[in-house]
């Protein structure tokens, strides 16, 4: 508050004039007081011709005031100094380079803190003041500091641009009105201003109701993010417990297995080494025996050897050993393979499943839809879609039993003879097709090689029928696969049973683009060039799985390997 107090002080002891504290302080008659030298200076002013009048109210003398030093306000002055009075304003006051200075300033500018769209000029505080005192100022329109004040000013006609011509959208002032935009729509600028400002008031309303909506919103937002982390960290605890329960489910039976191998182990360990303890009696027994019978050979005594020889009768019963039977023996390798295959069936059932999890997953949204970002554009060479490349591999469960699988399930061929598969529910039991193993979501790219003609290259949901010689099962003709027909006259897509002809350059390879986000599957013919051969734009619902149909004994395909040199050594080629 003392501060305050200081300041205002400064203000009232400051020269209007220099705006520094009074030297020499002066009052001339209508009361207002000045820097002795200031207002000499002023009335000697070459503007004044003869006239003296105060710079701050205006009122004229008819003779010049004689100046007297004001001794009372030059000694409070002194005193005020010695309170903490700065000698000038503070630097905050003055005006910036970024600041709209007064245009009345004569020396050091201070900051202006009003304009005025009458005089066209800005004021500080001090040189303000008679717009506030004189009654023809008080009508002048102030507002807030403004450096375009002169771009009110008609370039033309020098005048204030107080109309506006509705014809040309644009501030004119009144000659021109009549000059270069006669008999244009013209009104005041107040009234154009009127107008404008309804309508801007009109989309103000509209922006704080989106404002409110948006805000709404923004809150069911937030209670959406609270309820999904609370629901994330739920099911993430509840999916951990189920996990270890599962762990320690197979942890279980593996100490069972463990815990029956050994038990198993004993039993025929402890067996084996019974006959094992007989048989060794029965050949300490027989060694017994044949000293006797070697000591009985020996005897010269006839009626003595006769004598003793019925006992050698009792020798001819079975043994131990007759009970061991020549045979290959089967020890634990049967197990290992029913762990094998357990372990095996439980990959293909984690797998199938896995889809289905990541499917769930994946369809956990917000309650309010957010738009969908732009499709990345396809890529422009070869190299590009190597970037999406994936590895393909296929799956024993779903090939037909006529379909022939080789390197590394990479290779399928059409065979005559049917093939050795056990039964599995995937299988396609009339159709020659196969699916791959893996799930495709996202971006992906992979090529087919092919020999022969017959060879349908293809994309289908994992849900599609495969019993029967029904189109439910057939790619290309139902709405849950889409497939490129391959034959010497040229290629051909079918989806749903209809048919498209292509034409396009044929080659060895089809390359496969897929962006599951954003609904593109498309189909290039690989060679020196990768030319378009058919693109599709639609909305997948599940995850897509590779496949391939072949119906000529003469054909075979084979899904590349990236790493093979006659896959990479077109990677530059461009896309037609």
């Known amino acids: 508050m003392a501060q305050k107090g200081v300041q205002l002080d400064q203000e009232s002891f400051s020269c209007s004039i ?42 004229t003398f008819t003779a010049r005031p004689v100046l007297e030093k004001n001794t009372m306000l030059a ?29 009345f300033c004569s020396e050091r500018k201070l900051k202006a803190i009003k304009s005025c769209l009458s005089c066209l000029a800005s004021y500080c505080e001090n040189h303000l003041q008679p717009h506030y005192d004189v009654a023809p100022l008080r009508k002048h329109k102030l507002v807030e500091p403004s450096k375009k004040l002169q771009e009110n000013i008609c370039s033309v006609h020098d005048e204030v641009m107080k109309m506006f011509c509705r014809t040309d959208q644009k501030c004119i002032c009144y000659l021109c009105s009549v000059d270069e935009h006669k008999g244009h729509d013209t009104v005041s600028a107040a ?12 989309s103000r ?73 007989k048989l060794e009696q029965e050949i300490t027994e027989l060694k017994r025996k044949d000293a006797e019978l070697q000591q009985l050979s020996h005897t010269e005594d006839h009626s003595q050897f006769l004598h003793s ?11 131990h050993s007759s009970s061991i039977q020549i045979r290959p023996l089967r020890h634990f390798e049967d197990v290992t393979a029913a762990v094998s295959e357990l372990r095996d069936k439980l990959q293909d059932i984690l797998r199938e499943e896995w889809t289905n999890i990541s499917l769930r997953v994946a369809e956990v949204d917000v309650l309010l839809s957010q738009p969908e970002p732009e499709p990345e554009p396809e890529p422009e060479s070869r190299a590009g879609f190597l970037k999406y490349s994936c590895e393909i591999t296929l799956d024993p469960n779903t090939a037909n039993r006529q379909l022939l699988l080789s390197e590394g399930n990479r290779k399928v061929t059409l065979m005559n003879q049917l093939q050795s598969y056990s039964d599995h529910p995937d299988r396609f039991t009339e159709w020659s097709q196969v699916l791959s193993r893996e799930s495709l979501t996202g971006r992906c790219y992979w090529e087919v090689e092919m020999r022969g003609v017959g060879v349908n290259v293809a994309v289908a949901y994992k849900n599609i029928s495969r019993a ?24 051909s897509f079918w989806h749903n049973s209809i048919f498209t002809s292509i034409s396009g350059p044929q080659a060895s390879r089809v390359g496969v683009y897929l962006d599951h986000r954003a609904g593109i599957l498309s189909f290039y013919s690989v060679s020196g060039t990768m030319t378009l051969l058919h693109r599709v734009q ?20 084979k899904f590349c390997s990236f790493d093979d040199r006659t896959v990479t050594k077109d990677a530059g080629c461009s896309v037609s």
């Open 309 to 319: 020889c019925p006992s050698v009768a009792a020798l001819r019963g079975a043994t």
């Open 468 to 491: 029967g010689y029904g189109n439910e099962c057939a790619f290309g003709y139902n709405d849950k696969s889409w497939a490129l027909n391959c034959s010497s006259d040229g290629y």
């Open 191 to 202: 009234a154009e201003r009127t107008e404008r400002q309804r309508e801007l008031e009109g």
């Open 205 to 277: 309303q509209q922006i704080q109701q989106r404002i409110q909506d948006a805000e709404k919103d923004v809150k069911l937002l937030q209670q959406q993010l609270e309820a999904i982390h609370q629901s994330a960290d739920k099911t993430e605890e509840h999916s951990q417990k189920i996990f270890s329960q599962l762990i320690r489910l197979l942890q279980k039976r593996s100490s069972d297995v463990k815990q029956q191998i050994r038990s198993q182990q004993e039993a025929e360990g402890r067996r084996v080494k019974e006959l094992q303890e």
């Open 18 to 59: 220099c705006l520094d504290l009074l030297k020499d302080p002066v009052t001339i008659p209508c009361g207002h007081s000045y820097c002795m030298n200031c207002i000499k200076a002023h009335w000697n002013g070459k503007n004044q011709k003869g006239i003296h009048s105060c710079p701050q109210c205006r009122k």
């Open 538 to 557: 639609t909305t997948f619902t599940q995850p897509l799985c590779a496949g391939v149909c072949i119906d000529n004994f003469s054909a075979w395909c």
């Open 75 to 103: 000694d409070l002055i002194e005193e005020l100094k010695k309170t903490g009075l700065q000698a000038a304003p503070a630097d905050h006051c003055y005006a910036g380079a970024e600041d709209v200075a007064c245009d």
